[in-house]
């Protein structure tokens, strides 16, 4: 839960003034003429001007060992790519979506939840390589020029992040078109995977761990759709290669195979170990930056606080703020932070701030020694016009403010109580809390003779489905065991 990004006035500039650049150019890949309406130039300016935004959003996770490891691999590969000449820059996302992306110009990031589904080395070169196809194909430009030629609108944000599926991402470049999160065409990440296994055999590794890493998280994207509808909500899944074709997809086949012809005697590298070493502590699920959800209740180490959420409903840990939905999905409570900068009462702050001019049956508190007020006001809901429930509580300079609607407007107190329960329930982190307040963490183990999954599960500080993720995580899922002396991936 941190600030959301506002767009940038400077970004779209940047992007809106590349067609102004370009023309006919030649591929770097295929060597023939493309028609596009932009430099390379201004291509990498559009990239260049990008990359702060999406760090803005989208933090940077904070491991430097990870992050120099990360970028070492992807270097490797891209000085075998079709565009030596472009300085490449891999950053690992502090983000538990599963996901990769590539800005214009080689900026080239991979979320800390996707590095966990992946078991080698290997398999991250499969990745970065993808990525790196798409930037050396220049696939950003040619989606873009396409668009333009076929008047359907300047579409440059589309290409930024596809599959990034999240309200920050959705605002940032949200008027840029509504390809955001499609991706790219079929041919584009045909000839994406094309690339990276081209490139992955030239730096000496085995192409054929692309078709691991598609069974592996098709695997993911499966238990994923799963989770999706017992929570009743959209599947978050990642678009590029392994949502565009299954692994054993003749075409897919066919173009792994034509990376044989690049490979050397030592195209054979893996380093499992290696990998697995790096990835020894790798925070797992919710960050401590944005908070940590157990269960109903969340906690939150940096900003000092924990509440509790009704039993059953599902929480969204946003960027910005916190949602809970009620089980059947007709009622929501939203939580956000904001600043507190004048010396008012919290009555003060719901009319003047929120600009909530009629309140009706309000009602200040004082909780653990915080100021409260609460009060029922008419507004624009996502159900509509409805009466809701708002509450705002002062804690130390930031004011929390509980949003909490019903859906059915003959029914507008249904969840009042729950609303209530949850704003008291808000609190000043204790010290027993704290630990709670940690993040999970992937931890490297050797298996035993009597190792199963479903005794790690017992084990395992993984909320829900935990015998399920953590088949994911190794690789054996749906079912089998690991032989013993396997290195593992378990969670704390």
């Known amino acids: 839960m941190k600030r959301l990004l506002k767009y940038s006035p400077l970004l779209l500039t940047a992007l809106t003034g590349a067609i102004l650049l370009g023309g006919c150019a030649v591929n770097p890949v295929s060597g023939k003429q493309d028609f596009v309406l932009m ?13 702060p935004e999406v760090l803005k959003e989208f933090s940077r996770y904070d491991n430097a060992e990870l992050q120099a490891y990360v970028q070492r691999v992807g270097e490797g590969l891209a000085a075998h790519s079709h565009r030596t000449n472009l300085v490449y820059r891999f950053t690992v996302l502090d983000s538990a979506d599963v996901n990769a992306f590539a800005l ?22 499969a990745v970065l390589g993808h990525e790196i196809g798409h930037v050396t194909a220049r696939h ?28 920050g991402a959705q605002q940032l470049f949200g008027t840029l078109g509504s390809a955001l999160l499609s991706g790219y065409g079929r041919d584009h990440e ?29 695997d993911q994207e499966t238990f994923e759709k799963q989770l999706a509808a017992e929570e009743k909500r959209e599947p978050r899944v990642y678009h590029g290669l392994f949502a565009s074709h299954p692994d054993n997809d003749t075409r897919l086949q066919q173009v792994v195979a034509s990376a044989e012809a690049f490979k050397t005697p030592a195209a054979t590298r893996v380093n499992q170990s290696g990998f697995l070493n790096i990835l020894d502590g790798l925070t797992y699920g919710d960050s401590e930056r944005e908070g940590v959800r157990r269960g109903n209740h969340f906690y939150h180490k940096d900003l000092g606080f924990a509440l509790t959420f009704p039993a059953g409903w599902r929480v969204e840990n946003r960027p910005d703020r916190l949602i809970a939905t009620a089980p059947q999905g007709d009622g929501v409570l939203q939580i956000n932070s904001e600043d507190i900068n004048k010396r008012v009462t919290p009555e003060a702050f719901l009319r003047t701030r929120l600009k909530l001019a009629t309140l009706q049956n309000g009602e200040p508190f004082s909780h653990q020694g915080m100021e409260g007020y609460t009060a029922l006001a008419r507004t624009r809901t996502p159900y509509g016009q409805r009466l809701a429930r708002f509450t705002v509580i002062y804690f130390g300079t930031q004011a929390f403010v509980f949003a909490g609607v019903g859906k059915d407007e003959g029914e507008p107190y249904r969840y009042d109580k729950d609303f209530l329960a949850s704003a008291k329930s808000f609190h000043a982190l204790t010290e027993a809390e704290r630990p709670l307040a940690a993040a999970l963490r992937l931890d490297i183990i050797r298996a035993g003779n009597n190792t199963r999954f479903a005794g790690l599960a017992r084990e395992s500080r993984i909320p829900h489905h935990a015998e399920e993720q953590l088949r994911l995580l190794n690789h054996y899922y749906p079912a089998g065991e690991p032989a013993p002396g396997a290195s593992i991936k378990i969670v704390r």
């Open 39 to 51: 430099s390379e130039e201004a291509e990498i300016e559009m990239g260049r001007k990008a990359a």
């Open 140 to 167: 950003s430009v040619q989606q873009q020029s396409a668009a333009q030629a076929a008047d359907i609108g300047l579409t440059l944000g589309s290409i930024l992040i596809p599959g990034l599926d999240n309200p």
């Open 190 to 218: 045909l000839e994406a995977d094309r690339l990276g296994a081209e490139y992955m055999a030239r730096s000496g590794y085995n192409p054929h761990e692309i078709i691991a890493v598609i069974g592996v998280l098709k």
């Open 104 to 125: 214009p110009g080689g900026y080239i990031y991979i979320t800390r939840g996707l590095l966990a589904y992946l078991n080698s080395e290997a398999q991250l070169a």
